[in-house]
């Protein structure tokens, strides 16, 4: 199984991708990417929502409703957007790019195992581990995180 400094550097030989932050969230609940701007993380946790910056790296407080049943949050933040969700009980993100990557996901005995295919088929095996919560893609592509009980990880592309 891979610790969380295995996974960081099985993530930085991925080429033409940054490592914008790896963070806690405790009680994590949700998250989910802005179509309006790629750019904003929604997470929602049992003790606060916020909102991260994949570009910057900044994260901050901010308000918003969801509905656990239909997946889907709205803030302020993006007016008249809403937002789907994806977590640990429910819904996913995007495995594979307008761009040409993907991830693929293997399960044995409770473990997951990620592995990250470039545009030019390299593959690298980025996460070996349990509680896998959600991962994959932004809807352009441009972002990219592992969410687990430890945290998650964003990142970002560096190079079309």
Do not use: H
């Not at 044995?108 to 991962?135: G, M, P, R, V």
Request: charged fraction near 25%.
């Amino acid at each position: 199984m891979m610790n969380s400094l295995d996974k960081i550097n099985a993530l930085k030989k991925i080429n033409g991708w940054d490592i914008v932050s790896e963070f806690a969230v405790g009680g994590f609940e949700w998250l989910g990417f802005s179509k309006l701007r790629p750019e904003l993380l929604f997470i929602i946790s049992s003790q606060k929502n916020t909102v991260f910056n994949c570009e910057n790296g900044t994260i901050q407080n901010c308000d918003l409703i969801y509905d656990e049943d239909e997946m889907v949050a709205f803030s302020d933040v993006v007016r008249d957007e809403a937002i789907s969700l994806v977590g640990q009980y429910g819904g996913e993100l995007k495995k594979t790019t307008v761009q040409g990557e993907q991830i693929i996901e293997s399960k044995d005995n409770n473990i997951s195992s990620l592995t990250f295919i470039s545009k030019d088929e390299k593959a690298i095996q980025i996460y070996e581990n349990y509680s896998l919560y959600t991962f994959g893609f932004n809807d352009n592509g441009n972002y990219f995180l592992i969410c687990n009980d430890g945290g998650i990880t964003v990142l970002k592309r560096t190079c079309n």
